[in-house]
């Protein structure tokens, strides 16, 4: 269902901002189903996604978000929201529906209100995407 995105990524039209994060997540989710550590980290080293370390900066501004009693939300849900408030994204994409309940809710650093939502149009899902669902790994 990201496909559009990655699509519109990979043309050069937009830049994905992603949490260092991430690099633990795709893997804490499937331990044991064989996935690719080598294919993911080749992944998210693409020119197109811009890989933000969490400091103690974008550490400092998750804590705030914690504290502002935004219910219900994780570390790590809080430590994306943060990445992309700092960053000044345009848009972060979600199918979790707590974090899509923060549309409008959330200033970015800029000033300006952080916009929630799903990635825009279904598609298939894209080929390393479907690996990490299926749980599988090409050898």
Known sequence: MCRPVLDAA?????????????LVEVLARN????????????????????????????GDFAR???????????????????????ANVDEFHTF??????????????DGTRLVIKKPAVPAPPAPLLDEIERGGGRR
């Open 64 to 86: 705030r978000l914690m504290l502002a009693g935004h219910s219900g939300l994780k570390p790590p849900d809080v430590i994306h929201l943060a990445t992309a408030c700092i």
């Open 31 to 58: 331990r044991t189903s064989g996935i690719d550590d080598q294919r993911v980290r080749d992944f998210l080293d693409n020119d197109y996604i811009l890989l933000v370390n969490v400091d103690k900066h974008l």
């Open 10 to 22: 990979e043309r050069g039209v937009i830049e994905i901002v992603v949490s260092a994060i991430a």
């Open 96 to 109: 979790d529906d707590r974090l899509l309940a923060l549309d409008g809710v959330i200033d970015r650093l």
